[in-house]
Protein backbone atom coordinates (compact mmCIF):
# COMPACT_ATOMS: atom_id res chain seq x y z
CA UNK A 1 0.00 0.00 0.00
CA UNK A 2 1.87 3.80 -1.05
CA UNK A 3 1.95 6.29 1.42
CA UNK A 4 -0.91 8.07 -0.07
CA UNK A 5 -3.26 5.37 -0.25
CA UNK A 6 -1.95 4.73 3.97
CA UNK A 7 -2.73 8.45 4.52
CA UNK A 8 -6.16 8.70 3.00
CA UNK A 9 -7.54 5.61 5.03
CA UNK A 10 -5.57 7.26 8.30
CA UNK A 11 -7.83 10.58 7.68
CA UNK A 12 -11.06 8.64 6.57
CA UNK A 13 -10.93 6.03 9.40
CA UNK A 14 -12.32 8.39 12.30
CA UNK A 15 -15.38 9.08 10.13
CA UNK A 16 -15.70 5.34 8.89
CA UNK A 17 -15.35 3.74 12.46
CA UNK A 18 -18.22 6.67 13.61
CA UNK A 19 -20.63 5.93 10.96
CA UNK A 20 -20.00 1.90 12.57
CA UNK A 21 -20.97 3.16 15.97
CA UNK A 22 -24.20 4.67 15.78
CA UNK A 23 -27.04 4.13 18.49
CA UNK A 24 -29.99 1.39 18.63
CA UNK A 25 -33.12 3.09 19.69
CA UNK A 26 -32.94 1.66 23.21
CA UNK A 27 -29.43 3.02 23.79
CA UNK A 28 -30.94 6.61 22.50
CA UNK A 29 -34.00 5.73 25.16
CA UNK A 30 -31.52 5.06 28.15
CA UNK A 31 -28.75 7.20 27.14
CA UNK A 32 -26.26 9.29 29.25
CA UNK A 33 -25.45 11.89 26.95
CA UNK A 34 -22.88 13.40 29.63
CA UNK A 35 -21.59 10.13 30.17
CA UNK A 36 -21.33 9.20 26.40
CA UNK A 37 -19.63 12.73 25.88
CA UNK A 38 -17.08 12.31 28.90
CA UNK A 39 -15.86 8.96 27.16
CA UNK A 40 -15.56 10.15 23.54
CA UNK A 41 -13.75 12.65 24.91
CA UNK A 42 -11.49 10.91 27.10
CA UNK A 43 -10.82 8.40 24.31
CA UNK A 44 -10.41 11.03 21.99
CA UNK A 45 -13.00 10.70 19.71
CA UNK A 46 -14.29 13.61 16.73
CA UNK A 47 -17.37 15.51 18.06
CA UNK A 48 -20.31 12.57 17.15
CA UNK A 49 -23.08 14.35 18.15
CA UNK A 50 -24.54 14.36 14.89
CA UNK A 51 -24.39 10.78 14.26
CA UNK A 52 -26.04 10.24 17.39
CA UNK A 53 -28.95 12.79 16.43
CA UNK A 54 -29.16 11.29 13.03
CA UNK A 55 -29.65 7.14 14.39
CA UNK A 56 -32.03 9.05 17.59
CA UNK A 57 -33.83 11.02 15.19
CA UNK A 58 -35.08 7.87 13.16
CA UNK A 59 -36.35 6.48 16.50
CA UNK A 60 -38.44 9.49 17.57
CA UNK A 61 -35.80 10.20 20.79
CA UNK A 62 -34.06 13.31 21.03
CA UNK A 63 -30.14 13.94 21.91
CA UNK A 64 -29.00 16.37 24.86
CA UNK A 65 -26.60 17.81 22.35
CA UNK A 66 -25.33 20.74 25.00
CA UNK A 67 -25.01 18.03 28.15
CA UNK A 68 -23.35 15.31 25.18
CA UNK A 69 -20.42 18.34 24.53
CA UNK A 70 -20.15 19.56 27.81
CA UNK A 71 -19.22 15.77 28.58
CA UNK A 72 -16.81 15.31 25.34
CA UNK A 73 -15.38 18.60 26.35
CA UNK A 74 -14.21 17.61 30.13
CA UNK A 75 -13.04 14.01 28.66
CA UNK A 76 -10.86 15.96 25.85
CA UNK A 77 -8.96 17.64 28.82
CA UNK A 78 -8.34 13.74 30.23
CA UNK A 79 -7.20 13.26 26.58
CA UNK A 80 -5.17 16.10 25.45
CA UNK A 81 -2.74 15.96 27.98
CA UNK A 82 1.01 15.55 26.65
CA UNK A 83 1.53 12.73 28.55
CA UNK A 84 -0.97 10.94 27.04
CA UNK A 85 0.07 12.34 23.77
CA UNK A 86 3.15 9.58 24.31
CA UNK A 87 0.65 7.06 25.39
CA UNK A 88 -1.54 7.42 22.71
CA UNK A 89 1.26 6.98 20.21
CA UNK A 90 3.13 4.07 21.69
CA UNK A 91 0.17 1.90 21.53
CA UNK A 92 -0.51 3.05 17.71
CA UNK A 93 -3.75 4.82 17.98
CA UNK A 94 -4.42 7.56 15.71
CA UNK A 95 -4.57 11.20 16.83
CA UNK A 96 -7.75 12.65 15.10
CA UNK A 97 -7.23 16.26 15.88
CA UNK A 98 -9.22 16.64 18.16
CA UNK A 99 -7.58 18.67 20.88
CA UNK A 100 -7.85 22.64 21.55
CA UNK A 101 -5.86 24.90 19.29
CA UNK A 102 -3.16 25.93 22.46
CA UNK A 103 -2.21 22.37 23.24
CA UNK A 104 -2.80 20.62 19.85
CA UNK A 105 0.48 21.46 18.13
CA UNK A 106 2.18 20.15 21.22
CA UNK A 107 -0.01 17.17 21.29
CA UNK A 108 0.61 16.06 17.93
CA UNK A 109 4.68 16.78 17.81
CA UNK A 110 4.62 14.38 21.52
CA UNK A 111 2.08 12.01 19.74
CA UNK A 112 3.76 11.96 16.18
CA UNK A 113 7.27 10.65 18.09
CA UNK A 114 5.56 8.45 19.96
CA UNK A 115 3.71 6.86 17.37
CA UNK A 116 7.15 7.21 15.40
CA UNK A 117 8.77 4.97 17.87
CA UNK A 118 6.21 1.97 17.70
CA UNK A 119 6.45 2.23 13.87
CA UNK A 120 9.97 1.53 14.06
CA UNK A 121 9.44 -1.12 16.86
CA UNK A 122 7.35 -2.80 14.25
CA UNK A 123 9.49 -2.78 11.47
CA UNK A 124 11.57 -4.09 13.03
CA UNK A 125 10.07 -6.96 14.28
CA UNK A 126 8.58 -7.45 10.88
CA UNK A 127 12.20 -7.41 9.18
CA UNK A 128 12.84 -10.12 12.14
CA UNK A 129 10.35 -12.39 11.18
CA UNK A 130 10.89 -12.24 7.34
CA UNK A 131 14.67 -13.44 8.10
CA UNK A 132 13.91 -16.28 10.20
CA UNK A 133 11.38 -17.20 7.39
CA UNK A 134 14.02 -16.82 4.92
CA UNK A 135 16.38 -18.50 7.30
CA UNK A 136 13.95 -21.71 8.07
CA UNK A 137 13.77 -21.81 3.75
CA UNK A 138 17.30 -21.81 3.63
CA UNK A 139 17.91 -24.65 6.36
CA UNK A 140 15.20 -27.21 4.29
CA UNK A 141 16.80 -29.80 2.13
CA UNK A 142 14.48 -28.98 -0.25
CA UNK A 143 14.91 -25.80 -1.12
CA UNK A 144 16.76 -25.52 -4.98
CA UNK A 145 20.26 -23.92 -5.15
CA UNK A 146 18.74 -21.05 -7.64
CA UNK A 147 16.41 -20.06 -4.60
CA UNK A 148 19.18 -20.26 -2.12
CA UNK A 149 21.29 -18.45 -3.76
CA UNK A 150 18.39 -15.66 -4.26
CA UNK A 151 17.98 -16.40 -0.21
CA UNK A 152 21.11 -15.43 0.32
CA UNK A 153 20.99 -12.03 -1.71
CA UNK A 154 17.88 -11.13 0.07
CA UNK A 155 19.28 -11.49 3.20
CA UNK A 156 22.23 -9.62 2.66
CA UNK A 157 19.39 -6.56 1.60
CA UNK A 158 17.84 -7.29 5.14
CA UNK A 159 20.84 -6.85 6.90
CA UNK A 160 21.29 -3.54 6.14
CA UNK A 161 17.37 -3.22 6.23
CA UNK A 162 17.27 -4.11 9.75
CA UNK A 163 20.68 -2.27 10.55
CA UNK A 164 18.90 1.19 9.62
CA UNK A 165 15.45 0.18 11.29
CA UNK A 166 17.56 -0.39 14.06
CA UNK A 167 19.06 3.25 14.02
CA UNK A 168 15.46 5.04 13.21
CA UNK A 169 14.03 3.11 16.77
CA UNK A 170 17.50 4.30 18.44
CA UNK A 171 16.92 7.56 16.99
CA UNK A 172 12.79 7.61 17.55
CA UNK A 173 13.92 6.51 20.84
CA UNK A 174 16.47 9.10 21.98
CA UNK A 175 13.88 11.62 20.56
CA UNK A 176 10.87 10.80 22.43
CA UNK A 177 12.99 9.92 25.53
CA UNK A 178 14.47 14.13 24.85
CA UNK A 179 10.77 15.13 25.07
CA UNK A 180 9.52 13.19 27.76
CA UNK A 181 12.31 14.60 30.28
CA UNK A 182 11.44 18.05 29.19
CA UNK A 183 8.03 17.38 30.00
CA UNK A 184 8.72 15.98 33.72
CA UNK A 185 10.62 19.19 33.86
CA UNK A 186 7.73 21.74 32.91
CA UNK A 187 5.44 19.67 34.60
CA UNK A 188 2.00 20.14 35.36
CA UNK A 189 1.17 19.50 31.91
Excluded at 88 to 111: Q, S
Aim: charged share 35%.
Amino acid sequence: MSWSSRYLLLLLLPALLAACESLSPAECATADWGRLGLQDGSRGRSDRSADYYESCSKAGLRVDVATYRAGRDQGLQAYCRLDNAITEGLAGRNYGNVCPAPIDANFRLFHDAAYRQQDTRKTLVRLQREQENMQSELRDPKTSDDRRRFLREQLSRSDRRMDEARDDMRAAENRLDRMARDLRRQAPY
